[in-house]
């Protein structure tokens, strides 16, 4: 169960409608769809005349068939095509969301580099399997454990993020010192230059295609980073009014910008792959207005509404970088976003009543959570079985959303009032949990027993993904 790609791949088929492919015999020339192997997947391009349709498909040996797992593109809009009669072409290709850089999934880290990681992300989930190990289908709840700390104080960290070699750094709130757990799990601390004993300096982090980590400025008045190399160094803002609140988390965008998220502000500001710090105008602001962001496969960047959604709107930027606004179901805040696997992005519910997402068609919709309180989640992480965690601010209990849509909730070992503040998968496949107050850390394995792989890992924490 991989992904593979065959050269001169071509076989003709009769199959109408939307479903499963029967192949026929391969053209002069080609070879047929048996050289993918049984249980396979593959990138294929069906046509008709002016029909086409780009996706992943699963080949199966018995009966030879290609399943249609999910659509690139298409003619009809980049749904499935309701094939007519007639004799239709299909081959295995190399499509171009599979060649073409500049989209990253999340944030820089390795399955997030380009469009073509974030389909590759999907294959895999599909096919159940990294390297040797199965994970796809593992339905678990996971193992709940906590540990040590070495630096602990109230509002302390507030999000994390998944540096290249595998360490952990927590994003400083109030905290005068750095702190992150080693891919071993030995945690640390370092020295900071600017720290927020005064104030709450920063908010969310993104790792920069450089492997540079940055911190969001919250109430700050000047940009933080974190090398690969350990130096912590800091830089100049355009809009610094510290200490008011202004931005909330960060997304890293399709040409290496960096976008902090509106939150208190007036403005949009962003920092480029070479280090200039700009701003530009926003289309609707208000006061707390959105809490983190997520990168769509499109390029666009999703602001989260947080007071936004209580007044309907949400607010997006664009690959080229035009700004807008569209409607949302109006309802209480919610506290960063999660990619899903199909290209849905999932609001995290902290006071709302419902969950709410964003299809990759841009289509609106709300849906039932099993449990529901005042300030319960902040931030969100995708495990890599699919499944989306909420991560655990005032909420006595776990709650996820599965690939398929169901949600459910599972026990915590360690609750407290404002106790984390989103959380990271690391590459061993938990999900570690930021401390903002809590005095422990807390994980979960979200596939116990089997390392995720280091060649698909992803980095997701409060409000990133």
Same mark, same amino acid.
Request: include cysteine; hydrophobic fraction near 35%; aromatic fraction near 12%.
């Given at each position: 169960?991989?992904?593979? &790609?065959?050269?001169?791949?071509?076989?003709?088929?009769?199959?109408?409608?939307?479903?499963?492919?029967?192949?026929?015999?391969?053209?002069?020339?080609?070879?047929?769809?048996?050289? $993918?192997?049984?249980?396979?997947?593959?990138?294929?391009?069906?046509?008709?005349?002016?029909?086409?349709?780009?996706?992943?498909?699963?080949?199966?040996?018995?009966?030879?068939?290609?399943?249609?797992?999910?659509?690139?593109?298409?003619?009809?809009?980049?749904?499935?095509?309701?094939?007519? +009669?007639?004799?239709?072409?299909?081959?295995?290709?190399?499509?171009?969301?599979?060649?073409?850089?500049?989209?990253?999934?999340?944030?820089?880290?390795?399955?997030?580099?380009?469009?073509?990681?974030?389909?590759?992300?999907?294959?895999?989930?599909?096919?159940?399997?990294?390297?040797?190990?199965?994970?796809?289908?593992?339905?678990?709840?996971?193992?709940?454990?906590?540990?040590?700390?070495?630096?602990?104080?109230?509002?302390?960290?507030?999000?994390?993020?998944? !540096?290249?070699?595998?360490?952990?750094?927590?994003?400083?709130?109030?905290?005068?010192?750095?702190?992150? $757990?080693?891919?071993?799990?030995?945690?640390?601390?370092?020295?900071?230059?600017?720290?927020?004993?005064?104030?709450?300096?920063?908010?969310?982090?993104?790792?920069?295609?450089?492997?540079?980590?940055?911190?969001?400025?919250?109430?700050?008045?000047?940009?933080?980073?974190?090398?690969?190399?350990?130096?912590?160094?800091?830089?100049? &803002?355009?809009?610094?009014?510290?200490?008011?609140?202004?931005?909330?988390?960060?997304?890293?965008?399709?040409?290496?910008?960096?976008? %902090?998220?509106?939150?208190?502000?007036?403005?949009?500001?962003?920092?480029?792959?070479?280090?200039?710090?700009?701003?530009?105008?926003?289309?609707?602001?208000?006061?707390? +207005?959105?809490?983190?962001?997520?990168?769509?496969?499109?390029?666009?960047?999703? %602001?989260?509404?947080?007071?936004?959604?209580?007044?309907?709107?949400?607010?997006?930027?664009?690959?080229?970088?035009?700004?807008?606004?569209?409607? $949302?179901?109006?309802?209480?805040?919610?506290?960063?976003?999660?990619? !899903?696997?199909?290209?849905? $992005?999932?609001?995290?519910?902290?006071?709302?009543?419902?969950?709410?997402?964003?299809?990759?068609?841009?289509?609106?919709?709300?849906?039932?959570?099993?449990?529901?309180?005042?300030?319960?989640?902040?931030?969100?992480?995708?495990?890599?079985?699919?499944?989306?965690? %909420?991560?655990?601010?005032?909420?006595?209990?776990?709650?996820?959303?599965?690939?398929?849509?169901?949600?459910?909730?599972?026990?915590?070992?360690?609750?407290?009032?404002? !106790?984390?503040?989103?959380?990271?998968?690391?590459?061993?496949?938990?999900?570690?949990?930021?401390?903002?107050?809590?005095?422990?850390?807390?994980?979960?394995?979200?596939?116990?027993?089997?390392? %995720?792989?280091?060649?698909?890992?992803?980095?997701?924490?409060?409000?990133?993904?």
């Amino acid at each position: 169960m991989a992904l593979v &790609l065959k050269d001169r791949v071509q076989v003709t088929s009769t199959t109408t409608g939307t479903g499963t492919f029967t192949l026929g015999s391969a053209v002069a020339g080609y070879q047929d769809f048996a050289v $993918i192997g049984n249980a396979n997947t593959t990138y294929y391009l069906i046509t008709l005349t002016t029909d086409w349709e780009v996706g992943i498909g699963t080949y199966t040996s018995s009966g030879t068939t290609l399943a249609r797992n999910r659509v690139l593109g298409s003619s009809n809009s980049g749904a499935l095509v309701d094939w007519p +009669a007639g004799s239709k072409t299909v081959k295995c290709i190399n499509p171009s969301a599979a060649v073409q850089p500049g989209i990253p999934t999340s944030d820089g880290s390795q399955i997030g580099t380009d469009l073509s990681g974030w389909y590759a992300f999907q294959s895999v989930l599909n096919s159940g399997e990294v390297g040797d190990v199965t994970f796809g289908n593992n339905s678990t709840n996971g193992v709940v454990s906590t540990f040590s700390l070495v630096y602990t104080t109230a509002g302390a960290y507030y999000g994390g993020v998944l !540096a290249p070699n595998g360490d952990i750094h927590f994003v400083p709130e109030r905290a005068n010192r750095g702190q992150k $757990i080693s891919a071993s799990g030995v945690v640390s601390t370092y020295a900071l230059v600017n720290t927020g004993i005064f104030g709450q300096a920063y908010r969310g982090g993104v790792l920069a295609s450089n492997g540079d980590i940055h911190f969001i400025p919250y109430e700050s008045n000047v940009g933080q980073k974190i090398n690969a190399s350990g130096v912590v160094s800091t830089y100049s &803002l355009v809009k610094s009014t510290g200490p008011s609140q202004n931005f909330f988390g960060g997304v890293l965008a399709a040409n290496g910008d960096i976008h %902090f998220v509106p939150y208190g502000t007036n403005v949009g500001q962003k920092v480029s792959a070479a280090g200039v710090v700009s701003t530009y105008s926003l289309v609707y602001t208000t006061t707390d +207005a959105y809490i983190g962001g997520v990168l769509a496969p499109n390029g666009d960047i999703h %602001f989260i509404p947080y007071n936004a959604a209580y007044f309907g709107k949400g607010q997006k930027v664009s690959a080229s970088g035009v700004v807008s606004t569209y409607s $949302i179901v109006p309802q209480d805040g919610y506290y960063g976003g999660v990619l !899903a696997p199909n290209g849905d $992005i999932h609001f995290v519910p902290y006071f709302s009543r419902r969950g709410q997402k964003v299809s990759i068609a841009g289509v609106v919709s709300t849906y039932s959570l099993v449990y529901t309180g005042n300030a319960i989640y902040a931030g969100g992480a995708l495990a890599p079985n699919g499944d989306i965690h %909420f991560i655990p601010f005032d909420a006595v209990r776990g709650q996820k959303v599965s690939a398929s849509g169901v949600v459910s909730t599972y026990s915590l070992v360690y609750t407290t009032s404002n !106790a984390y503040g989103g959380g990271t998968l690391t590459q061993n496949g938990e999900i570690v949990f930021i401390p903002a107050s809590a005095a422990r850390c807390q994980k979960i394995s979200t596939n116990p027993g089997a390392p %995720f792989g280091i060649g698909t890992c992803l980095s997701s924490y409060l409000n990133k993904f």
